[in-house]
Structures are given as structure tokens and as C-alpha cells.
């Protein structure tokens, strides 16, 4: 899978991978101070890394959780490495990718791409605005063909 991810100054497309951490690579994180939160609390969801395949990078994180009743997958965090994050960042596409992967699983399991996440207040308007998510509940979500799109613009299968 090819990742849509551009170096902000020079507009030039990058190299990266997606890839399951292991419960103990996750416990590792602890402390790590390229991220405001403290991924080590995610131990018992899926959590998933993208790296720059040219020096391994870590650039973010998604934390994932299969909710097979409801034929869903929910973000329960994602996050860019701080100097990846505002105006400023280093490269973008980020979130976009991982949100792309978490929707791409969500159709291969079966759930016709029905992600959902519960977003800060003060981001759900770039939840809604950038990828299209939409007030479900107290949940914001995307399914179909909105699911699709996001896989389409972020990732592209080799």
C-alpha cells in the first residue's frame, strides 16, 4: 500500500509504511515525548505505527478497537508526532492515512467501512470538514462511500 504523504516544503511525495505494533512496542511508548498522550494506555487495542520506510521514522499512531456487534471499528486515538501537528508541519497527510487504514480494515472484516470516533469538541469540525465524518450519537462517523473516498485520496494499493 502506497501512502499519500507530502513534505510540506518541498511538495515531494514520500515513502512510508503502516504496521502492527506489539503489545510490548506499545508499552515502550511510554514517555515518549514526540506525542502529547501517553500511547502505553492503548496496550489492549490495536495500535497501529507509520513509519518513513527510508530511515524508520515514527511519524504517528492510531489505536483501534473492533466492535464486531456493531460491525464497526473505532478510532480510539490518533495522533501525529508534535512536529507533524498545525500549521508548521513537517509532512502532511498524516491523520489522513491512518484514518484511511482504520477504513480499509473496517471493509476487510465485513463492516462496509463504518469507522467511528468520539472527537474533541474543538476537532469536530476538521473531522467533519476534512474527511466528511458525521454526528452519530455522541460518536462522529463514516461508512461507504465516505469510507471510500478516504481510502481513495490516502491510499493507493500498489
Known sequence: MNLNLIEAETGKKIADKIKKLTLNQ????????????DWSIEEFNEVYSIKRSDNNELLGLISIIDVPQELRIHINLVESIIINQGRKKEIDGIPGCL???????????GYDGFVSLVPKTRLQDYYHNKFGFRHMG????????TSQ???????QDE
Not at 455522541?138 to 462511500?145: A, E, G, I, P
Not at 473516498?149 to 491510499?155: E, R
Open 26 to 37: 506499545v508499552k515502550k511508548l511510554k514517555g515518549n515525548k514526540n506525542f502529547q498522550f
Open 99 to 109: 484514518i484511511g487504514f482504520a477504513c480499509k480494515v473496517a471493509f476487510m472484516r
Open 149 to 155: 473516498s478516504i481510502i481513495t485520496k490516502y491510499l
Open 138 to 145: 455522541t460518536h462522529m462517523v463514516v461508512f461507504l462511500d
